[in-house]
Nanobody
């Protein structure tokens, strides 16, 4: 059974940094990509960043380009989100998600971790 467990959220002042981690259990066979999404209060869940598992290609939302970096450690089945120069508008619950080969959607989701940026 596939599970994703996020960690690393917390409270930080504007301009600060946090690193989120997401460990995926279960087989990584046919794992195509891992991604981060976030959901602020009253808002829809939004894409943040994505990394392909085999070759590490990355994509970012415009709002985080230059500030956030997504990376992975295949040996540890872990994806990271390094968040620098945090802004109050980055406050949200952050979720990691897993996309399988041949799927156009994210099939598995973590429970989320809260990130709060104070001004």
């Amino acid at each position: 059974q596939v599970q994703l467990v996020e960690s690393g959220g917390g409270l930080v002042q504007a301009g600060g940094s946090l690193r989120l981690s997401c460990v995926t259990s279960g087989r990584t066979f046919r794992l195509y990509a891992m991604a981060w999404f976030r959901q602020a209060p009253g808002m829809e869940r939004a894409f943040v960043a994505r990394i392909t598992w085999s070759d590490g290609r990355t994509n970012y939302a415009d709002s985080v380009k230059g500030r956030f970096t997504v990376s992975r450690d295949n040996a540890k089945n872990t994806v990271y989100l390094q968040m620098n120069s945090l802004k109050p508008e980055d406050t949200a619950v952050y979720y990691c998600a897993r996309q399988q080969e041949g799927s156009s959607r994210y099939d598995y989701w973590g429970q989320g971790t809260q990130v709060t940026v104070s001004s």
